[in-house]
């Protein structure tokens, strides 16, 4: 009698700016158990934002062992890697040993003087990369360290030194030191990422100060379907294939659907991201829409899915700020509770939740939030209303974006994130934005299972991306009720609402 075969799996890690996580995605497309670890994020002063690079690793090896030592009698075939995006890393090639902290994709300490380069920059990398000159600085503050820094300048000289985001640093210490090389997908959130040619811009790397001898190999997201190497497996404790690496966002696209052109997501956290698929050609920012931003979805061996992104600060955040430091409610699910039996009227409370600044379709980072049209009839169900529904126009806000600069409308959107587990919020968006929502039900896992399904494309566990993603079982549904003038009439409300001065 023939037995059955042992059941495949990929094991998938995903590498966060607060915490590390790894499960196995099995050949079904599920992921099992995931096992998470936290990691300290510094603040040494108001700009700057920095990690230390070995609790990284640490963290990313405890929770990977501890997903292979739940993985039974399943066969694993490969391994995924998904990371934060942009945090940059400085290290010792003979050592292993990083020089100094990273500096994480949120630091600002340089945002000042990379204003010097915008008048002859800004429209140069908005043509080629996608994105303006910004106030992430990953080369500049390399360029600084080897620079000011006495034992960084010794180890460039010496030819120890390494440079790499937070991929290229896992990907280094998961092969042993065998590779040094990142990917289109991570490489483009550095800003010097040439879209169409798939590419270092060196001439403005270099401009920034940065040796451009220092850049690692760069690679598809599936390393070309080679693979970036063989885990090492002394410190792993498997040698198996290490088949794809890709940024958070982009993974997590991919897993929730977006693989043709107008299929988007928006994933509801600490902010809300909103990423749409443009397709195999690349959609380029356009004049008067601010901060949306044109990247690969991924490269899959010599071709590229290009996608946009658009991204809101405060969403899930807002949240947190109403119940736990102002003490308005107790529970963002109170919020819902209360807000459920609303209904959409002109005038009333209206809620702006832009507390750290707007980017689409204006970049205006002095923006505030803000609570308007209070009477002494409003009431603490009024206002939990206005708070979600200025949730849902900021997502709007960000589509709107996207698809202006798409030059067309979504074909699909599915969400997921902790903060689109509330029924009142996305039936309140579904209402906004004007189509179907499709909460998928295991989006927690989504930037897991994206680079596994890479990952297992490219190695023979599925035939396709679409086999991997398409098998996965359809969420709750969310259909739009509201009448279109009435829609219309709401976001024109927002409109002139958030473009007062």
Known sequence: MTQPSARRGVLAIDEGTTGTRAGIVYDDGSAGEVFYRPIKVAHPDALSVEQDPMEIWTATLDVARRALGSAGDTEITSVA??????????WDRVTGLPLL???VWQDRRYARDLLAYEAEWDSVLLTRTGRPVGSRAPFLWAARQIAERPEVAAAHREGRLLFGTVDTWLIWQLTGGATH???ASNAASTGGYLLREHAWFEEW?????????????????DADGAGFGLTDADTLGVSVPLAASMGDQHAALLALGGLDAGHGMCVYGTGAFVDVSTGLDPAMPRPGIDGVLAQP??????????????????????LRWLCEDLGLFSSPQEIGELAAPGGYRSGGPRFVPTL?????????PEATGSLTGLSLATTR???ARAVLEGIAHSVCDLVDGVTATMGAPLRQLRVGGGVSGSDPLMRIQADLVGMPLERVADSATASLRGSAYLAGASTGLWTSLEEAVEARSKGDVFEPELDSAVREEQRAEWRTLTQRP
Do not use: K, M, N
């Open 297 to 318: 979805g991924w490269r899959q061996g010599g071709t590229t899915q290009y996608s946009l992104e658009a991204y809101a600060s405060t969403t899930g955040s807002a």
């Open 81 to 90: 890697l998904t990371t934060q995006r942009a945090t940059a890393i400085l």
């Open 101 to 103: 902290p990273a500096v």
């Open 381 to 383: 169900a009024d206002i």
């Open 356 to 364: 750290a600044g707007v980017r689409v379709p204006v970049w205006r």
């Open 205 to 221: 790397i270099a401009a920034q100060g940065f040796p451009p001898e220092l850049l690692p190999d760069l690679r598809a997201d």
């Open 181 to 183: 090389a990142t990917t």
